[in-house]
T-cell receptor
Framework: RKEVEQDPGPFNVPEGATVAFNCTYS??????FFWYRQDCRKEPKLLMSVYSSGNEDGRFTAQLNRASQYISLLIRDSKLSDSATYLC?????????????FGKGTHLIIQP | DTGVSQDPRHKITKRGQNVTFRCDPI?????LYWYRQTLGQGPEFLTY????????KSRLLSDRFSAERPKGSFSTLEIQRTEQGDSAMYLCASSKAVVNYGYTFGSGTRLTVV
C-alpha cells in the first residue's frame, strides 16, 4: 500500500457545485495532515491543515478519520478559480524531516 | 520578498553537464527541504537540513546529487553528469522547527536535460 493515495481524477464539476475528495494514508502513527493546492506549473501552496476535530475555512472543509486512515476535502459553491490539483500530505513519523509525504494529487476542473 | 526564493527558474542543460541550483529560505525558518516533482506526480522528498546539518537523504538522491547549506541559510543542490531522467521540477521548501504549520515552497527550478 502506498504511503498516501489519492484518486488522480480529473474531477469535472460545474461551477457552484459541491465536490469532495478523499485521501488514504498507510501509517497509523501519522499525526500531521494537510491539503496543498498546486496550479499548473506552479509550486504547491498550503491550503489548510487538517485537525482531528475537522476544520473549516470558508468554502473548504477538511475532515480526518483516524480509524479508517483517510482525510477528506470538501469544496462548497465551487468557483472557476478552484480549478487546480489538490495534494494530500501526511507526515511520516520517525522521518527526520517529519517526513511530509505528498500524494500524487487530485486534478479538479470547474466548468462554467 | 519574505518568501522562499529559488534560482534559476529554468535550466536547460546537455546530458553529462553539471548543474547547481540555489534556494534561499524564509529567514526565520531553520529547516530546509529539497523535493523533486515530475509530471503527474506529487513532490518526492530528496533531502532535508536543520540549520547547516543535513539530517536525512532519500534513496532517490544518488551519488550524482549533493546538497549543502554551509551557513544554515541558503542551500545549493548540485547534480553531476546529468541524465535525461533528471529532468524535473526541483522544489525547495522551508519551515520552522514545528512542522505543524506545513512547508512554504519556492517557485522551483525546472530542469530540462537534452
Amino acid at each position: 500500500r502506498k504511503e498516501v493515495e489519492q484518486d488522480p481524477g480529473p474531477f469535472n464539476v460545474p461551477e457552484g457545485a459541491t465536490v469532495a475528495f478523499n485521501c488514504t494514508y498507510s501509517n497509523s502513527a501519522s499525526q500531521s495532515f494537510f491539503w496543498y493546492r498546486q496550479d499548473c506549473r506552479k509550486e504547491p501552496k498550503l491550503l489548510m491543515s487538517v485537525y482531528s476535530s475537522g476544520n473549516e475555512d470558508g468554502r473548504f472543509t477538511a475532515q480526518l478519520n483516524r480509524a479508517s486512515q483517510y482525510i477528506s476535502l470538501l469544496i462548497r459553491d465551487s468557483k472557476l478559480s478552484d480549478s487546480a490539483t489538490y495534494l494530500c500530505v501526511v507526515n511520516r513519523p520517525g522521518g527526520g524531516a517529519d517526513g511530509l509525504t505528498f500524494g500524487k494529487g487530485t486534478h479538479l476542473i470547474i466548468q462554467p | 520578498d519574505t518568501g522562499v526564493s529559488q534560482d534559476p527558474r529554468h535550466k536547460i542543460t546537455k546530458r553529462g553537464q553539471n548543474v547547481t541550483f540555489r534556494c534561499d529560505p524564509i529567514s526565520e525558518h531553520n529547516r530546509l527541504y529539497w523535493y523533486r516533482q515530475t509530471l503527474g506526480q506529487g513532490p518526492e522528498f530528496l533531502t532535508y537540513f536543520q540549520n547547516e546539518a543535513q539530517l536525512e537523504k532519500s534513496r532517490l538522491l544518488s551519488d550524482r546529487f549533493s546538497a549543502e547549506r554551509p551557513k544554515g541559510s541558503f542551500s545549493t543542490l548540485e547534480i553531476q553528469r546529468t541524465e535525461q531522467g533528471d529532468s524535473a521540477m526541483y522544489l525547495c521548501a522551508s519551515s520552522k522547527a514545528v512542522v505543524n504549520y506545513g512547508y512554504t515552497f519556492g517557485s522551483g527550478t525546472r530542469l530540462t536535460v537534452v
